[in-house]
C-alpha cells in the first residue's frame, strides 16, 4: 500500500484515479485550488483533500501525481522533487490501471466520452465486471470511475496530454484526428501540441505499441490509415469499413441500423442518443468489443441501454415546455455534429454556445459561426479562458466576428451576459423550444438555473 498524493484531485478524472487507488487499498490524499462538491463527496470518501497547494501536503506522501497542466516550477511539486517523492503524470496512473486486464482505450479529437461509455455498457451488458475510468460522469457507474473485479480494464484516452503515445493496451481505438489541442502559434504550453506534425506522431507512437487498432476509415479521417499503417487493425465507418452500418433509420432522439462486421450483418441495433455522430461512436465501440470476443447480443443490449454520458446531450429539465439540453461539445466538429443532430429533432433550436479556451476559439471562430447556422437562435457568451490569457482577440472581439458572418446571412443571434442571456430565456422560453446550452466551460450551470428556475415556480 502507497500514499498518493493528487494534485487537481478535484477535476473529473483526477477524481476518477482517486477513487481506484482507494478502493485498491491504498492511502489518497489531494489537493485543489477550489473545493466543491466532488471534493467534499471525496473527503466522504475517506480521500482527505486541501483547499489550495503547499509543500506541506507532502507529509508521508510517496507518490506525487500531476497533471501535465501543472508546472514543475508549483512549489509542491518542486519540493517533491527536491525530496526525492516519485512525480507521476495523471497517466502514468492510468497506464498502471490499466496494465492490471486486458486493456481497451479510447482517443482521439472527438467522441472519445461517448465511445468509451458505450463501450462500459457494452461490457457491463456481458456481465465482465470492468474497471472503467472515464472523463465525464456516466449515470450507469455512478460517476467517473468504476473498480470491478473483471480482467477488462477500459479507459478514455486524453490525446491532449503528450505522454498518451506511451500507453501500451490490447485493444487502442482512434475515433478521429484534427488539429485539436495544437498551440495556434508553434509555442509549447500545457494540453497542446506545438504542431499537428508533433501530434500526429504521438498517434503513430500510440498506434504502434497497442495490440489491435480501431480506427475510422470514413473520408474525412483518411490520415487515420496512413498512421495506423503496419498495425493489427480493423476499420469502422458509418458506410464502410470492417465495422459499419446498414439501413439507418434516425430518430428525433436516437436511432437505428444493422451492425456489419466484416461482410456479415450481425442484427439491428437501437440507440437512445441522437445523431449520425452518435451512430459513429457505437460503431467504434462494438468494434473494440468484437475484437475482444465480446457476443454481439451484450453489444445489442449495452448500446440500448445507453442514454448518454453527462454533458452529451444531457437532458436537463423543461422551462415552459421548452427542453433543455446540455453538451460538452467545444470545438467546430463536435458543435457542428451537435447542432445537426438538434435539428432533427424538429424543435426551435436555440444554441447557447459558451467558446472554450483562446487559443481554440482565436482559430475556430469562423467554423463555430459557421456550425451555428445550423441553430435557429443563436446565444453567444464571453470565452471561458481555463485561465488562458487572450493571445490576440478579446471575447468581444471572437463573439463580434460570429455576430456578423450570422448576421450577414440573416441569422437570429446575440453576444450578451450570462445574466442577460438568462433573463432572456426565462421570458422567451416556450413549447416547441429545444434550448442547447453548449461548451466545455461553465456554461451547463446556466441550463440548470433555468430548470431551477421553472421548479421554483
Not at 137 to 161: F, H, N, Q, T
Not at 220 to 240: A, I, M, N, V, Y
Amino acid at each position: 500500500m502507497k500514499h498518493y498524493h493528487l494534485m487537481g484531485i478535484g477535476g473529473i478524472s483526477m477524481s476518477g484515479l482517486a477513487r481506484i487507488l482507494r478502493k485498491d487499498g491504498h492511502r489518497v490524499s489531494g489537493c485543489d485550488s477550489q473545493l466543491s462538491d466532488l471534493t467534499r463527496q471525496l473527503e466522504r470518501e475517506g480521500i482527505q483533500v486541501y483547499q489550495g497547494h503547499s509543500p506541506s501536503h507532502l507529509e508521508g506522501v510517496e507518490v506525487l501525481v500531476a497533471s501535465t497542466a501543472i508546472k514543475d516550477s508549483e512549489p509542491e511539486l518542486a519540493t517533491a522533487h527536491t525530496l526525492g517523492i516519485p512525480v507521476w503524470r495523471r497517466i502514468q496512473v492510468v497506464a498502471e490501471i490499466l496494465r492490471g486486464g486486458y486493456s481497451l482505450g479510447v482517443t482521439g479529437s472527438h467522441g472519445k466520452t461517448s465511445t468509451t461509455s458505450m463501450l462500459t455498457s457494452i461490457f457491463i451488458a456481458a456481465q465482465s465486471d470492468p474497471t472503467v475510468l472515464l472523463g465525464a460522469e456516466l449515470g450507469l457507474i455512478g460517476g467517473s470511475a468504476k473498480v470491478g473485479s473483471g480482467r477488462y480494464r477500459i479507459a478514455e484516452v486524453d490525446e491532449s496530454d503528450p505522454l498518451f503515445r506511451f500507453l501500451q493496451l490490447d485493444v487502442a481505438v482512434i475515433t478521429n484526428l484534427e488539429a485539436d489541442h495544437v498551440s495556434p502559434d508553434g509555442q509549447a504550453r500545457p494540453n497542446y501540441h506545438t504542431s499537428f506534425e508533433v501530434l500526429q506522431d504521438a498517434v503513430h507512437s500510440f498506434a504502434s505499441r497497442a495490440g489491435h487498432i480501431i480506427y475510422n476509415s470514413e473520408p474525412r479521417w483518411r490520415l487515420l490509415d496512413q498512421l495506423t499503417q503496419g498495425c493489427p487493425r480493423s476499420s469502422f465507418g458509418l458506410e464502410e469499413g470492417d465495422c459499419h452500418a446498414a439501413n439507418i433509420a434516425l430518430e428525433p432522439f436516437g436511432s437505428q441500423f444493422e451492425l456489419v462486421w466484416r461482410g456479415q450483418t450481425l442484427g439491428r441495433v437501437r440507440l437512445q442518443v441522437p445523431g449520425e455522430h452518435n451512430i459513429s461512436n457505437a460503431l467504434a465501440a462494438s468494434a473494440a468489443a468484437l475484437v475482444a470476443g465480446v457476443p454481439f447480443e451484450a453489444i445489442r443490449e449495452g448500446l440500448l441501454q445507453y442514454t448518454g454520458a453527462s454533458r452529451r446531450f444531457e437532458k436537463v429539465g423543461e422551462l415552459n415546455g421548452a427542453l433543455v439540453v446540455d453538451d460538452y461539445a467545444h470545438n467546430a466538429t463536435k458543435l457542428f455534429a451537435l447542432l445537426k443532430a438538434a435539428r432533427n429533432t424538429g424543435l426551435r433550436v436555440r444554441a447557447v454556445f459558451q467558446p472554450h479556451r483562446y487559443g481554440r476559439s482565436e482559430q475556430e471562430w469562423p467554423l463555430y459561426a459557421k456550425a451555428l447556422e445550423q441553430s435557429d437562435e443563436a446565444l453567444i457568451l464571453d470565452v471561458y479562458s481555463a485561465e488562458e490569457t487572450p493571445l490576440s482577440l478579446s471575447s468581444a472581439q471572437i463573439a463580434g466576428r460570429m455576430l456578423e458572418h450570422l448576421h450577414a446571412r440573416g441569422h437570429q443571434a446575440r453576444y450578451d451576459s450570462w445574466e442577460n442571456i438568462l433573463s432572456y430565456l426565462r421570458q422567451t422560453a416556450t413549447q416547441g423550444d429545444l434550448i442547447l446550452t453548449i461548451g466545455a466551460g461553465s456554461v451547463s450551470r446556466l441550463g440548470r438555473l433555468l430548470v431551477a428556475q421553472k421548479e421554483a415556480v
